[in-house]
């Protein structure tokens, strides 16, 4: 409320305070009493998040924009937590308390293992409760409560989870996007009255502040001038620039077409080819990581170059390139994780778990994605930011150039590599806890990258529009994560058979829709009766109608709240030409006043003479 507004509530208060009794005046103290004391354990509690001063640095320096990077990261982080305590509770802990014998035998290093078995997953890991075939039935062996049955439970309740989150926080900034979208966009006033930064304390930040402000202007003013120009195209300037764009259209679809050849040919031979040098072996083992890695990395780079000579506006630009980049990174992934789903196993290797194996390469796509992140920052921005401050005359210093924090495709290496450990969350259990490991110390990572080696943008980022993008890119990896666990679960089950899975919790050929039905037998009549009809197609209709009608709800409310909006802007702009017209009825009102006086004492003196 405003302060006008406070007090007029303050004035009626004590207006009623003679015309209540005792109790209601003791109950009104309390619930204001416990609204301060909430409002205060709230505070306590957005104090005791992590790195609070670090992001309060990083946005005094940098804007609000570099901030919500380092916002999205650690709220992966919390995600991956939540997905570890999930592991521990229905997997884990049933597994350390009712598991194999021989474990202790299993998790003793020695004979042929090496330190070379921690980067390829195998050898000893192979046999730790990081992988899917550790995890055995044990003496927990009842029809509703057995390792199978908590096994997929606890995969289910992470994918569950991780959708309720990404869809709410999804859901939240569309609703603000809707609101400051284009039907409600700033005017220039907004732009110069309101668009200070008030968190910003450092001098120099706040003269790139004032320039963020003016080249936000300018940019407003580009993209008006780009629409008056677009509109002034001729048809034969129209034919030359569809030209052009299809040409550079071709040129994006050749080169991601051969980056999925290379991640293809990558991923064959490290799957075929044997060697014995453990350095050979190594390099091997990581050339689709590295292929991946490799184009995920300078692609983008390409993508952002050729979109500047498609004759865009700089926003139409921007998303051109984040969409391109989503559709790289997403895409290469699904094309890997289709190669490796179809790639026969060798001969010698046809003995070993399946499960397993798709579960060392998820294991060194985050390995070595976070090999990336370290060996970029320390080995090519460090050095780069030490030439600049040691050299900064020299040629090698001016080719390099300043160095800047870019946002969006930092924020695309996150959702790639959450999308890793969602996939692999069924095979290698323990890959939320890499996760957050690996988050952690990206955290960190990124903080010394931008706050020692990276100058602030000059332009303007939008943090509220965009986090939207990226959450709904990540709702796409949650997908993608979701749908090939489904074909893997779905395989499993046509070839079981042929007793594919003789490892982990779906050993001997039990597949998910064994255990599950097992236990469904179990249960009374009744409560059959009523899960095979939610699993039947006969239910499937009249959800289908609720989920229609709560749709059809929602998305009339929002026209109604629209309508209202449009009417409440009228009603903005009308009382705001009132008030003009008002305004200047007063100040035809005083000047006519003031020709009166003064024509008052003229004609009192001409009557005395």
Same mark, same amino acid.
């Given at each position: 409320?405003?302060?006008?507004?406070?007090?007029?509530?303050?004035?009626?208060?004590?207006?009623?305070?003679?015309?209540?009794?005792?109790?209601?005046?003791?109950?009104?103290?309390?619930?204001?009493?416990?609204?301060?004391?909430?409002?205060?354990?709230?505070?306590?509690?957005?104090?005791?998040?992590?790195?609070?001063?670090?992001?309060?640095?990083?946005?005094?320096?940098?804007?609000?924009?570099?901030?919500? &990077?380092?916002?999205?990261?650690?709220?992966?982080?919390?995600?991956?937590?939540?997905?570890?305590?999930?592991?521990?509770?229905?997997?884990?802990?049933?597994? +350390?308390? &009712?598991?194999?014998?021989?474990?202790?035998? +299993?998790?003793?290093?020695?004979?042929?293992?090496?330190?070379?078995?921690?980067?390829?997953?195998?050898? &000893?890991?192979?046999?730790?409760?990081?992988?899917?075939?550790?995890?055995?039935?044990?003496?927990?062996?009842?029809?509703?409560?057995?390792?199978?049955?908590?096994?997929?439970?606890?995969?289910?309740?992470?994918?569950?989870?991780?959708?309720?989150?990404?869809?709410?926080?999804?859901?939240?900034?569309?609703?603000?996007?809707?609101?400051?979208?284009?039907?409600?966009?700033?005017?220039?006033?907004?732009?110069?009255?309101?668009?200070?930064?008030?968190?910003?304390?450092?001098?120099?930040?706040?003269?790139?502040?004032?320039?963020?402000?003016?080249?936000?202007?300018?940019?407003?003013?580009?993209?008006?001038?780009?629409?008056?120009?677009?509109?002034?195209?001729?048809?034969?300037?129209?034919?030359?620039?569809?030209?052009?764009?299809?040409?550079?259209?071709? @040129?994006?679809?050749?080169?991601?077409?051969?980056?999925?050849?290379?991640? $293809?040919?990558?991923?064959?031979?490290?799957?075929?080819?044997?060697?014995?040098?453990?350095?050979?072996?190594?390099?091997?083992? $990581?050339?689709?990581?590295?292929?991946?890695?490799?184009?995920?990395?300078?692609?983008?780079?390409?993508?952002?170059?050729?979109?500047?000579?498609?004759?865009? *506006?700089?926003?139409? #630009?921007?998303?051109?390139?984040?969409?391109?980049?989503?559709?790289?990174?997403?895409?290469?992934?699904?094309?890997?994780?289709?190669?490796?789903?179809?790639?026969?196993?060798?001969?010698?290797?046809?003995?070993?778990?399946?499960?397993?194996?798709?579960?060392?390469?998820? &294991?060194?796509?985050?390995?070595?994605?976070?090999? +990336?992140?370290?060996?970029?920052?320390?080995?090519?921005?460090?050095?780069?930011?030490?030439?600049?401050?040691?050299?900064?005359?020299?040629?090698?210093?001016?080719?390099?150039?300043?160095?800047?924090?870019?946002?969006?495709?930092?924020?695309?290496?996150?959702? $790639?590599?959450?999308?890793?450990?969602?996939?692999?969350?069924?095979?290698?259990?323990?890959?939320?806890?890499?996760?957050?490991?690996?988050?952690?110390?990206?955290?960190?990572?990124?903080?010394?990258?931008?706050?020692?080696?990276?100058?602030?943008?000059?332009?303007?980022?939008?943090?509220?529009?965009?986090?939207?993008?990226?959450?709904?890119?990540?709702?796409?990896?949650?997908? @993608?994560?979701?749908?090939?666990?489904?074909?893997?679960?779905?395989? #499993?089950?046509?070839?079981?058979?042929?007793?594919?899975?003789?490892?982990?919790?779906?050993?001997?050929?039990?597949?998910?829709?064994?255990?599950?039905?097992?236990?469904?037998?179990?249960?009374?009549?009744?409560?059959?009766?009523?899960?095979? $009809?939610? *699993?039947?197609?006969?239910? +499937?209709?009249?959800?289908?109608?609720?989920?229609?009608?709560?749709?059809?709800?929602?998305?009339?409310? *929002?026209?109604?709240? #629209?309508?209202?909006?449009?009417?409440?802007?009228?009603?903005?702009?009308?009382?705001?030409?009132?008030?003009?017209?008002?305004?200047?009825?007063?100040?035809?009102?005083?000047?006519?006043?003031?020709?009166?006086?003064?024509?008052?004492?003229?004609?009192?003196?001409?009557?005395?003479?």
């Amino acid at each position: 409320m405003c302060i006008q507004g406070k007090r007029d509530v303050r004035d009626r208060r004590k207006m009623q305070r003679s015309n209540i009794g005792f109790w209601e005046s003791w109950r009104r103290s309390q619930s204001i009493n416990r609204k301060r004391v909430f409002a205060q354990m709230r505070e306590v509690l957005l104090r005791l998040l992590p790195w609070q001063h670090t992001l309060h640095t990083i946005e005094g320096r940098f804007g609000v924009g570099v901030k919500s &990077y380092f916002v999205f990261l650690r709220y992966l982080i919390f995600l991956n937590l939540l997905h570890c305590a999930l592991v521990s509770g229905f997997i884990l802990g049933p597994t +350390a308390f &009712y598991g194999r014998s021989n474990t202790s035998e +299993a998790l003793r290093f020695g004979g042929n293992d090496s330190v070379l078995d921690f980067f390829l997953g195998s050898g &000893y890991l192979d046999r730790s409760p990081v992988f899917f075939g550790f995890y055995t039935r044990g003496s927990l062996d009842k029809t509703c409560l057995n390792t199978p049955l908590l096994y997929f439970s606890g995969i289910l309740c992470i994918f569950i989870l991780s959708l309720i989150m990404v869809v709410r926080r999804t859901i939240v900034g569309y609703k603000h996007t809707q609101m400051l979208g284009k039907r409600y966009s700033t005017n220039m006033s907004y732009k110069i009255f309101c668009g200070w930064d008030f968190t910003i304390q450092d001098p120099h930040a706040a003269t790139l502040k004032s320039s963020f402000i003016r080249n936000d202007l300018k940019l407003f003013l580009y993209e008006q001038h780009f629409s008056l120009r677009e509109k002034q195209r001729t048809l034969g300037q129209r034919m030359r620039l569809y030209l052009l764009r299809f040409s550079l259209n071709v @040129i994006v679809l050749a080169l991601l077409s051969g980056s999925f050849s290379a991640i $293809y040919y990558a991923t064959v031979i490290s799957q075929t080819v044997d060697v014995n040098h453990w350095l050979l072996q190594l390099l091997l083992q $990581y050339l689709p990581p590295i292929t991946i890695t490799f184009v995920n990395m300078v692609l983008p780079h390409i993508f952002r170059k050729i979109s500047s000579f498609e004759d865009y *506006s700089y926003t139409t #630009q921007i998303n051109a390139t984040l969409l391109r980049s989503i559709f790289l990174k997403l895409a290469s992934l699904g094309i890997f994780l289709f190669f490796i789903f179809t790639t026969e196993e060798p001969q010698n290797n046809s003995s070993q778990c399946r499960p397993n194996r798709l579960g060392r390469e998820m &294991y060194k796509l985050c390995i070595f994605n976070f090999l +990336a992140i370290f060996c970029t920052a320390f080995l090519l921005n460090f050095p780069r930011k030490l030439v600049q401050e040691y050299y900064p005359s020299s040629p090698m210093a001016w080719l390099l150039g300043k160095q800047r924090f870019l946002i969006p495709f930092n924020v695309l290496d996150l959702v $790639y590599s959450q999308t890793v450990s969602w996939v692999g969350v069924f095979y290698c259990p323990l890959l939320p806890l890499i996760g957050t490991v690996t988050l952690t110390a990206t955290f960190f990572i990124k903080k010394f990258t931008v706050l020692r080696c990276c100058v602030a943008e000059q332009r303007m980022f939008r943090a509220s529009s965009s986090s939207v993008l990226f959450h709904f890119m990540l709702l796409l990896g949650l997908l @993608i994560a979701a749908v090939f666990l489904g074909l893997n679960l779905h395989h #499993q089950e046509v070839k079981s058979h042929m007793k594919m899975s003789s490892c982990g919790p779906f050993g001997g050929g039990e597949t998910v829709l064994n255990v599950t039905g097992e236990c469904v037998d179990s249960l009374p009549k009744l409560a059959q009766r009523i899960l095979r $009809y939610l *699993s039947s197609e006969a239910f +499937a209709l009249p959800l289908i109608l609720a989920e229609i009608i709560i749709l059809t709800s929602y998305v009339s409310r *929002s026209r109604a709240n #629209q309508k209202a909006i449009e009417r409440l802007k009228d009603m903005l702009v009308m009382s705001s030409s009132d008030k003009r017209f008002l305004v200047k009825q007063h100040a035809t009102m005083l000047r006519g006043q003031k020709r009166d006086r003064r024509a008052a004492p003229a004609a009192t003196q001409e009557a005395t003479s």
